[in-house]
């Protein structure tokens, strides 16, 4: 789901630490927004961004945000149908027993949209850098220490294979007789029976790495080279400067036509 594909696009090309910027930018900006405009603008444009300039198949992605299609709209009707139980003055939409006001609406819409809008940017942020390339930045951009670096891209990398692992405990699992998925309590007890297993399976892949990791001398004082370095380059400030000014016209326009609220204060 969360695992780099390997591409020659505009977005890959570009720096790592010069894509967080922008994301944290842009993700500071629509949790700021109350109104749902903003989060569903900023869907649309990570979206569109991670597909055109990152070169990712459409049906790629839009099969990895499925599940978090699936969550975001559950997540909108939860929210609706508690806060539809409630009696407030100020009702505009009925339903059965359910009564909403605009403040109801607008919260469910607004959050929901974040999630996917927050998830799609991320997304797209590991699509298309490569977990070298990132640890590399960090080091050399943003003068993180070699070991914490490593440590870093040790988890990177090894987030993607966690859904390997469970399919493999639950094959291991299903050989000795136990029943994955087969009828209600099994699906209930299923992710505990994973747990423990996986967590042995973490700690002795981190076990493996810190030996390795050692064993090259990682943590020494001398200073060290790297096969492959990072930069930030004229084309990298080019891409946040634009990216910047493109982003904060949105939310100028959508300021001035009173589609971006920092409260629900203007909300009757």
């Keep these: 789901m969360f695992a780099y594909i390997e591409q020659d696009s505009y977005l890959h090309r570009r720096n790592p630490m010069i894509k967080l910027a922008v994301i944290a930018v842009m993700t500071v900006v629509v949790c700021m927004s109350y109104f749902p405009v903003l989060p569903i603008l900023t869907f649309l444009l990570a979206f569109f961004v991670t597909w055109i300039a990152g070169r990712i198949p459409i049906d790629n992605l839009l099969r990895r945000l499925l599940i978090f299609l699936a969550v975001s709209v559950l997540f909108m009707f939860s929210m609706l149908v508690l806060r539809g139980l409630n009696d407030e003055a100020g009702i505009v939409l009925r339903l059965w027993i359910f009564r909403w006001t605009e403040r109801d609406l607008v919260h469910a819409v607004s959050l929901g949209f974040r999630i996917l809008a927050l998830v799609t940017m991320s997304m797209g942020f590991v699509l298309t850098t490569r977990p070298r390339d990132l640890v590399l930045s960090l080091i050399l951009q943003c003068r993180v220490s070699v070991v914490h670096g490593y440590a870093t891209m040790a988890t990177y990398r090894f987030l ?68 492959k370095k990072t930069s930030i380059d004229k084309k990298d400030w080019a891409f946040f400067i634009i990216s910047v000014i493109v982003y904060g016209t949105i939310v100028a326009v959508l300021v001035k036509f009173d589609l971006y609220r920092f409260s629900f204060a203007a909300i009757q």
């Design 160 to 227: 993607p294979e966690l859904q390997s692992q469970v399919e493999a405990i639950h094959l291991a699992q299903e050989i000795r007789g136990i029943p994955w998925n087969k009828g209600v309590l099994s699906r209930f007890t299923s992710p505990f029976r994973v747990l423990l297993p996986l967590l042995c399976v973490a700690a002795r892949r981190g076990e493996r790495v810190a030996c390795a990791m050692e064993s090259r001398g990682l943590g020494r004082e001398e200073p060290r080279t790297f096969y």
